[in-house]
Each structure stands twice: as C-alpha cells, then as structure tokens.
C-alpha cells in the first residue's frame, strides 16, 4: 500500500511514526517471501500485513468517526482524545490514527508492533508507548503540526 491515496473517498496519509512500522512489516514480508514463496504467506508477519490492509481498508476509510474507534481515556484526556484508535491482531494490536471530516483526511499516526503488544500496566503496552510519543511531540498532538509533517514526506 501506497501513501498518500485515495480510500473510500478519503484522502489517506502515513505520518513518518506510521510509515516506519508498516515498512519494516512489508520488509519482513518481502524477506520471507524471498526465503520461501511458496508457504511465505502463512507466517505471521504477512497475515498481519493483510491485516493492517483490511483494517485501513475496510473499517477505517468506511468511517473514521465510528465510535468503535474511540479509545476513551486509555491515551489520557485533553489533547489526545482527537485520536482514534483501531483494535486488531486478537485484540493485541492498535493503529492510532486522526482524520478531519472537513477536509475528508485520514493520517495513520502510528502502529505497535510485537515488541509493544496491548499488555495491560507494562511500559511496553501500546497505549503506554504511544502516549509517551504524542508527549514527546513525534506524532504532534495539534492537526495543522501533524498535517504539515506528514505532508513533508510525502
């Protein structure tokens, strides 16, 4: 998958925080592929690859403002709670992300991976380690920061 498309009438983008875990899970894919194309596609890496894709594809794109998508106070109130969250990989994995029904734009803000699964009071947990990143400013919490830094990249 490509980024910035178009998605279900949605302008789709990946913040840098974004685009740095799905390409090093599409580069795993690749090396399996690479190692073994003809069973490649039963690893865990490229199922949740197809997951990722399903998941933007599917439900995010189809309605960002879903209330599924909401994450209560798991990111802290204020600032944060313009983020969106999608639960996946059997409840393991979340992609955070913002949209503005405006300007009909979606930007994938980041993703965990399995070294930062949802694991409830650990420093690794997902929620934990994003909230630490939006605190850090890298993805910014504001739209217009986030916006212009995700469109430098692309």
């Known amino acids: 998958m ?13 913040h840098p925080c974004f685009q740095e875990t799905y390409d090093a899970l599409v580069a795993e894919v690749e090396t399996l ?4 194309p003809e069973n490649y596609q039963r690893k ?8 990722v894709h399903k998941v933007i594809e599917e439900h995010i794109t189809v309605n960002p ?11 802290g109130s204020g600032k944060n709670k313009d983020w969106s969250r999608v639960k996946f990989g059997a409840g ?3 992609l955070f992300f913002r949209y503005s029904e405006k ?26 380690v994003f909230s630490k990143m939006l605190k850090r400013g890298h993805p910014p919490a504001d739209w217009e920061t986030l916006t212009r830094e995700t469109e430098e990249t692309h």
């Open 2 to 14: 490509d980024f910035p498309q178009r998605v279900n009438g949605w302008a789709l983008y990946a």
């Open 33 to 36: 592929k690479g190692k073994d």
């Open 44 to 51: 865990a890496a490229t199922k949740l690859l197809a997951v």
């Open 65 to 75: 403002s879903s209330p599924a998508f909401r994450h209560g106070k798991s990111l």
């Open 92 to 94: 393991r994995y979340r």
């Open 103 to 128: 300007e009909k734009v979606i930007i994938l803000g980041w993703m965990n991976d399995e070294n930062t699964l949802r694991t409830y009071g650990k420093k690794t947990d997902a929620y934990t």
